[in-house]
């Protein structure tokens, strides 16, 4: 019975997901970081604006990524 089981490698599935963890973490921890949450401006205008703005624009090409390592893998959502 253990044969009809896919055994699936976690190393290996967990790089698959990897691409987009940067920027969500980034967004996540943006209140936190004392270097954002202060006064200022970046570009003319508020920190935390310009860091969610930076992070969410490199979050689609991370998840551009992420989405071209599960089709090189094989892993379809048509099956």
């Known amino acids: 019975m253990t044969g009809s089981v896919p055994q699936h490698n976690w190393l290996h599935m967990s790089r698959r997901y990897l691409p987009p963890v940067i920027p969500v973490l980034a967004i996540i921890l943006m209140p936190f970081l004392p270097f954002v949450n202060a006064p200022g401006l970046w570009l ?11 992070w ?11 989405q071209r390592l599960m089709e090189r893998d094989g892993m379809d959502d048509s099956q």
């Open 44 to 54: 003319g205008l508020p920190k935390m604006m310009v860091w969610a703005a930076f």
């Open 56 to 66: 969410t624009i490199c979050l689609t090409p991370a998840m551009a990524w992420s």
